[in-house]
């Protein structure tokens, strides 16, 4: 391709709307444009890569069996209100405007409705359905560029089986080539899963990539790979050591003193002899939470603890509950239920508040003063913290979510009755798996994970060129001539290169180089051609080397191995 002739916008400025690496990249190398919040369009050079991505997926897909089908993006809404979930997307679904239709926001109820009326015995499955399709989600906060679209593409695929077992080997075979999948996409990536053994049903496991634009947060583990949402996530912390002697309680004055921080530096403790006090309310009564020193309370952990919502006190409230604002609150005399983090488990000599404007209390013990004390963990992990499962450390980062793969079970057979019949003759329900992967967050998390300063740093596999081939001073006939039957036989050897033939100065051609990112540069300027030379440049090293033109060819085809 001749970049005179191909439409590739760069961008030299950073657009203002765009925060995140890929977002800014994707856009400043003409790959991407903006047609409104969440909606972009893929100019020639970005569906390069989306092509490229996408025939990835199709040959592990098509690797474990799967067969690729393409389904309407607009579905009759019917079909959506047999599993009632036009209700449960809510305002995130879209619908034409006289409301006898939806644009699918994924595909479950059409691939069943399609293996309702086909699969009917136990001798037509396993099935194994894919399909790389847009999908429209009216995301409440469309952000990072393709990474949270209103219409983005995802490969989905559906697995139909017999059986729970039959289920399980499904999952795996997805497992496998999801692996595969973002192993040859060359990214870095983790899986936080949850599965549940044997029985399957709730099975699931997320690929992450970590990522500053990343919505979630997670712990991980690099040495055993343990990995989990923070919400859920544990971490191998110390509890307080109990002193052999439990001194009385004594009240201190502490005026104006509020955080942990401030009780630390105004009595010259630790923060690990401070129980700090936060009140909820659950089912309409006050709790008293008590972490230990700075620990935060992961709200998520609580409710799981309590078995319901619980919200935090208002500051007007507290006053009420306990006779103190926050930062004087505290467990000696609290009246109602108290849970301390296990960290604070029969810990004695604390500090913490006198339930007293203005006032803490020391030689708190938890066995002597708060008879009534449970413990649970909820804390939040922090980074730094002891990995649960092996001796090495954690740590907490933002990532994103680039595939999802999911034990369905009979949720979507059941409601729609999609039933086979067994050997006996008996009916039911089949027995489905789901599996999904953001086809532009495949390409935008690759550029998240591969990018310096200058551009973009792609990796042969998914980089819409392989060579980007760079003539210095076209007036010359001999340069443009050289450019011309290297750009040719290398298009006749199945090596892809992007030929600036533009009439731009040598600093704006190198600057495109780097910013459009292909792994190797090839520059034919004058003096080296006198030597029947020319330069290359990987762009991942910065490395340059000179390269006899007859030897040119087999030098890329080796680059490129
Ligand atoms: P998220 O939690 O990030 O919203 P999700 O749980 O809604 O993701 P799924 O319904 O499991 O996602 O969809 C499968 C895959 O589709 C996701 O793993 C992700 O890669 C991609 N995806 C989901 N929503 C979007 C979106 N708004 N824009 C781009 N890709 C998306
Ligand atoms: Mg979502």
Not at 8 to 18: G, I, S
Not at 68 to 90: M, S
Request: with cysteine; hydrophobic share 35%.
């Amino acid at each position: 391709m001749r970049l005179s002739k191909y439409f590739v916008p760069t961008l030299k400025e950073v657009p203002n709307d765009a925060v995140v690496a890929s977002h800014i990249l994707m856009l400043r190398s003409g790959m991407v444009r903006m047609l409104s919040a969440g909606i972009y369009s893929f100019l020639p050079l970005g569906y390069r890569v989306i092509r490229k991505i996408s025939e990835i997926i199709r040959e592990e897909m098509d690797a474990i069996g799967g067969q690729e089908f393409h389904l309407p993006a607009l579905n009759p809404k019917e079909v959506w209100e047999e599993t009632n979930r036009v209700e449960a997307f809510g305002d995130i679904m879209f619908h034409i405007k006289n409301r006898e239709y939806v644009l699918a926001p994924t595909h479950e109820e059409i691939m069943t409705y399609h293996a309702r009326n086909v699969v009917k015995s136990y001798k037509d499955m396993p099935q194994i359905w894919y399909q790389i399709q847009t999908k429209f989600r009216n995301e409440p906060r469309p952000r990072s560029g393709v990474i949270r679209g209103r219409q983005f593409l995802m490969k989905d695929a559906y697995s139909f089986d017999i059986s729970w077992e039959g289920l399980d080997k499904s999952y795996e075979l997805h497992d496998k080539a999801y692996r595969k999948i973002f192993d040859r996409c060359g990214l870095k990536y983790f899986v936080v899963g949850a599965s549940s053994g044997a029985m399957g049903g709730t099975g699931s496991e997320e690929f992450m990539v970590k990522s500053s634009a990343g919505e979630d947060t997670v712990a991980y583990c690099e040495s055993c790979g343990y990995a989990a949402n923070v919400e859920v996530a544990t971490s191998r912390v110390d509890a307080v050591e109990r002193d052999n002697e439990s001194k009385s309680v004594y009240e201190i004055s502490t005026p104006n003193v509020k955080s942990i921080d401030e009780l630390c530096e105004f009595l010259k403790i630790e923060e690990t002899q401070c129980a700090k006090s936060r009140v909820y309310i659950f089912d309409d009564k006050p709790i008293l939470i008590l972490m230990l020193g700075n620990d935060e309370v992961n709200e998520t952990k609580l409710e799981k603890v309590l078995g319901g919502a619980v919200r935090p006190a208002h500051p007007d409230e507290l006053k009420e509950i306990s006779g103190a604002d926050a930062g004087s609150i505290g467990p000696v005399g609290f009246k109602g239920r108290i849970i301390a983090d296990n960290r604070l488990k029969d810990a004695n000599n604390m500090f913490s508040g006198a339930n007293k404007n203005d006032y803490h209390i020391g030689g708190i013990d938890f066995k002597r003063d708060i008879p009534t004390v449970e413990y649970a963990d909820f804390r939040i992990v922090k980074s730094g913290e002891g990995c649960p499962n092996c001796e090495r450390h954690l740590e907490v980062f933002p990532a994103i979510e680039l595939g999802h793969i999911f034990k369905l079970g009979t949720k979507y057979s059941d409601s729609m009755k999609a039933f086979f019949t067994d050997e006996k003759g008996e009916e039911h329900p089949i027995i489905m798996g789901s599996y999904g992967i953001g086809v532009e967050r495949v390409m935008a998390c690759f550029i998240e994970q591969s990018h310096d300063a200058n551009g973009i740093i792609w990796d042969k596999v998914i980089a819409p060129f392989h060579v980007h081939l760079i003539g210095l001073n076209l007036k010359k006939k001999e340069i443009v001539d050289a450019c011309e039957e290297i750009y040719n036989r290398c298009y006749s050897e199945g090596i892809e290169v992007l030929y600036d033939d533009r009439d731009v100065t040598a600093g704006f051609k190198f600057n495109d180089a780097d910013l459009l990112g292909m792994p190797i540069q090839v520059v034919v300027g004058e003096k080296k051609l006198k030597e029947n030379k020319c330069e290359v440049k990987i762009r991942k090293t910065g490395e340059r080397f000179d390269v006899e033109l007859s030897e040119l060819k087999n030098k890329i085809k080796e680059l490129l191995v």
